[in-house]
Every structure is written in C-alpha cells, then in structure tokens.
C-alpha cells in the first residue's frame, strides 16, 4: 500500500479551490442576475458619486466599502485634503454610482425596504436602492463582484435585481455562558453586514451572568456578573455600531426560568429561599422569579423601563424558556395562588406572568418575543413566538395568529454541517401552512450559545457556516443546491476574513500553545493538517465528554482548534463516493490513493514528533494512531476494489473494526473521514450471494 509518489512539502494536503466568476459565485444568491459583456476597469482613478436622499449612513458605508477594496486591491483612491474619498464631480465621470431614493428610518426597522438594483458596464456601475438599507446591501454585493486578472482589477458586466426572502434574518450571541467583549461583537456585526444578516440578539442574562448595567437595580449586574458586562455607554456603542451596518439589536433578558443572576442579587424575588451564586456549568436550574411576589413586578418595571429607553428597538426578548417548575411545584403560597386565580397550573402560572410583563412592555412602547414555551392560549396578541422546537412550533404559534421565527435547525454551536443549516427552511414548500400562516413566519435566527467558545474561537463556530443560513434566509427557498453553497461558501470565507473574520487565522496560534515549546516548525505544520481533518462533536457530547469544564476552564484544547464542517473530509467522502460508483476510473482510483498516501506520511511524521509535545495533546495520541490505522486498512481496500480482489470477509471484518475505532469520539473531537473509509473498506468486501 501507498505506492504513490509524493510531491514535497505539504501542498499535496490542501485541495485544489474550485475556481468560477463572480457573478455565480454570490452569497446569498439574487433575486435575479444576468451577465453582460465586457467588464468594468478599476484604477487609482475610479471615483463613487452619491446621490438622491442618500444619509451620513450611506456615506460611511461607502467610505467602508472603499477602503476594503484598497485593502483586497492595494489600490489607493484620490482623497480630499481632509483625508474623505474624493466624489466625482458629475454622474459622467463616476466609476460607481450610488443612489438612495429615501434616507430611511434613523434605526433599521422590520420590514423596512431592503431592495436594490445593480448595473455594471464596461463604463461605469449604477446602484440604486429605494432606501440606504438596500443601498448598503448592494455594496456588499459589488465588493463580492470584483476580481482579478493580470494583475489588475475589474467588475464584470452584470444587471440583477435583489430583495430578500424574509425581513427578519438574524443572529443570537450568548454573552452569558462565556463572557464576550465588545470587540468581538462589533467584528462580528461587520461579518453580518457582508452576508446581509439584520438582526443581532444579545442573549444578555443567564444563570451564568449578567451582563447589562442597570443604573436602577445595580446589584443585578454588580452580583451577577463577576464584573464582566456591558456598561449603558458601551450598549448605545453597539447599538448605534449595527445600526450604521442596517442591522436592527434585539435585546433578551431571559425569565421567569434561567435566572440565577438576577436572583443572586435580589435573592428575595425567587420561588424558593436563597442564597444564590453564579452557575459555573450547563444545563437547567431550579431558580425561577416568583410571578405571585409584586416586588418582581415592580423591579421588572423599573428595569424593562431602563432597558427599554436603552434599546431603540421595538421588540424585546424576555426568553421564556426551560422553566422546570420545581421551585413552583414546592411551594404551597405559589401553588394555592394558581388555584385562587384559576390558572390551573404551572403553565398557566407561566402564562400570568408573561401577561404582566407584556402589560409593562406595552407601557414602554416594546412587543414581546420569546421562545416556543410562551404558546399560551392566553398570550397577548401581537407577540413573536421565537421557536426552538421547529415546524411543530411554526405551525402551532402561526396557527393561532402569532409571528414566528425559527431558530431550530440553526444551532451552530452544536457544529452540524452547514448543509444541515442550508437545507432548513423557515417555511418549507411541503410544510401545510396556510397562505396567512406563511404571512406570519418573519424569519429566522442562528444561535450561538456559548457554553463552549471563548472570544478566541467565536468565530470559528459562527462563520462560515452562518453565510449558508444567511443565504436560506435571503434568497429564493428553490435555491439548494448543496455542493455550489459549498463551492460559494468557500469563496465567501475569504470576504468574511478581509472584513475581519478569526474562524481561520485563530488556529495556528491556538496550536502553538496546545503544541508546547518543543514543537518544531515542521509539527506545527502536521498538526495543522490534522486539526484541518477532525471536527468538534456534535449536539451535546462535549458536556457528556469533558464533564469536568466549568466556566472559567480554559477552552484551549484540541477540540478548540479543531472546527465545524472539515473540508478537507467532505471533499474526501464526495472522492470516495465517485471511486465506488465507477472502481475502474483511474483518475477516481489515482484521486483517492493520493489523499490515503499523504494522510499516512502525515499522521506518521506526527506521531513520530509525538513526544515533543505538551501533555494536554500527548494524551490524545491514540485518536491519530487509530485513524492511521484505519488510513492504512483503507488503503489496503482501495487497492483490492480497484484490482477487482474483494477482501475476504475476516480481513473486511477486521478492517471495518480498525474504521469504527476511528469514527469513536473521543477527547471531544471527532474525525468524520473515518466514516469514508468505512464505506470503502464496505464496498470492497466480496459480492454478496
């Protein structure tokens, strides 16, 4: 086996990019888009002139698309002496054109119009928008069109037209389980502009933390949050940061349940007796505000009031979710309250609650959202039900009259593929909802809960992953094609990166540390092939794994440098895949032989470097010495599947155990090209009779 010469070096483990032109490599896909001949020049010369009802907005995002196209091109555009982006002085000698029809609202606004046209000729390119909403969207457009040919820079001809699919497309950050600064979420907020996101949720409380300062009820954050949150300064930052990118905050202050931050300073508010301390792990806790106390009411209408002046938006999260009811169900005053106002029980206790809050929101001019748990038959009209639970939840909440959005299907802290994401559907074509009930599906959500990420690896958890969600929830529902999302995304990647994305540069630091100072530059390299090949486990295996981590346990293990979605094992499976379908075909057969021959030398160089490096990464040693194994049983069927021998069935047999012990995760990691070796050890093994 491996009898497959090697070139030098480590490019024969990286895969050839798939190369196409811009106009069909966009994410998210247009609403319409049609190529025109020729292309557009682009120079030190080229100038933007902007137009119509365009704000100080519009501005700013044009002077932050031209600078990111200096950085991509290194082209310097003319300025003013008071260092601006020189206009050009007449519609003629522009080279871009932007034009906004109307300013828009002074904050970003559901529903608002977000459409946008674009024109590129070999003259000039034309962006006209009814709004600056649409405006900005289109830049990020334009900026994804310009490419690269003997060493200059041009857009190519294009005309498309472009609004999306659904107005509320968004994504959650939790900044409770793990802290995270105000720098990663204003990088962040700068990588959903590119994809064209437009909500950001702060999940902002949590039995981990409470992370928003409130001037009136200070030992809520001051108890609540080992000194790690936001000051009321630095959320009007953020705010008004997303707001010059289009993008609306919607705030979440979780209750009745997960709320042993808010009670650990006000410990008189719960449904059971304190004290109470920050939790330092995951998972679903007793204490719950109690709904039968005034004094919850009345801290609630002073602190939504506060969080309602702060927060521009109309809509306020209040969570809603997970609430066990153990402390309810052990307390004879709540339980003879919810006989006294016939509420029948728990969850009609529940349903109270979310009344009364939805009375103080209403005072404050805010409607309510929140996720699947709030479906009462007594929720107030007008609420969004935000679901967890999937179509179950977008059918039921749209069949009683209520707005919805989906979050289920769009975990992207639990590291499923992005086609899991990219083929869920706020509104499938087979789901039975009425006409009026898709009327009322405003969208979706991905969610980063951050039990297991720490502003180092953030980014690497959301994108590039997300720009697939992103583009589901823009672009036309028959647009699915699986391989061109990851041929685009790919493309994708790098935009995110100029504008600022960590999901790669954070790996080779990450595994300088995990490596220990006895790794030479050479392991370094060998590691990263290996951490480019497994992958985090999935759904909630992590806990169940590393059940000793707690909140201020570092996240600097090998399950941190690995990331979500391995390209480097997709693209392994699709060979292994076509070498099956057709054993014959020497370029599949030569394709595969290839891979299996540089994974060895790889694996071997690593195992042999093995003690050099840090004990953490050492005690992982057997998950790449299974996997070499497993390489080398592949190779071995390879060969028989091309030579037309099948393996008999004790070798098979032996072989696919050798396969299995590598697919078993372990140390939180996982490696899923051992699930195609798996089938092609299969596929080898004798005919059946």
Known sequence: ????????????????????????SLMPVPSSIQDGSGRLELSAKSQVLILGGADARLHSATLRALRRLEERTGLVFARTSTGEYAQAGTPAEATLIVESSAPGAAWPTLGEDESYMLTVSSRQAVLQAPTTLGAMHGLETLLQLVQSEGGGWFVPAVALSDRPRFPWRGLMIDVCRHWLPMDVIKRNLDLMAVVKLNVLHLHLTEDQG????SKTFSRLHKLGSDGQYYTQDQMREIIAYAGQRGIRVVPEFDMPGHATSWVVGYPELASAPGPYQIERQWGVFDPVLDPTNP??????????????????DPYLHIGGDENNGVQWSANP???????????????????????????????????????DEILHPQLPAGSVVHSWRGPDGIAAATERGYPTILSNGYYIDLCHPASDHYLTD??????????AQRALVLGGEATMWAEWVSPETVDSRIWPRTAAIAERLWSRAEIRDVPDMYRRLAMVSQRLEEAGAQHRRYVDPALRRLAGEGATTEDLRQLRWWVDLIEPVKEYVRGQQQPEFRQSTPLTSLADCARPDSQASREFAAMVDEFIASPKDQAAHARVAAVLAAWHVAATGLLNGWPRFSRDLAATKSLLSDFDTAVGAGDQAREALSGGRPLDLATQARFLDAADRAAKSRFAVEIPAAGALRKLIAAAGPAPK
């Open 295 to 312: 004094k919850v009411y009345e801290l609630l209408e002073g602190f939504l009031g506060e969080m309602a002046a702060l927060f521009p």
């Open 333 to 371: 005053q709540i339980q003879a309250f919810i006989r006294e106002h016939n509420l029948k029980d728990n969850a009609g206790l529940h349903a109270y609650f979310n009344r009364q809050v939805n009375e103080i929101l209403s005072r404050h001019g805010k409607k309510l959202v929140g996720w």
């Open 1 to 24: 086996m491996f009898r497959v010469s090697l070139l030098t070096g480590f490019a024969w483990l990286t895969f050839a990019s798939v190369t196409a032109s811009p106009q069909n």
């Open 426 to 435: 706020p509104a499938p074509s087979g789901a039975k909802l009425t006409d």
């Open 210 to 213: 409470f992370r928003i300062e």
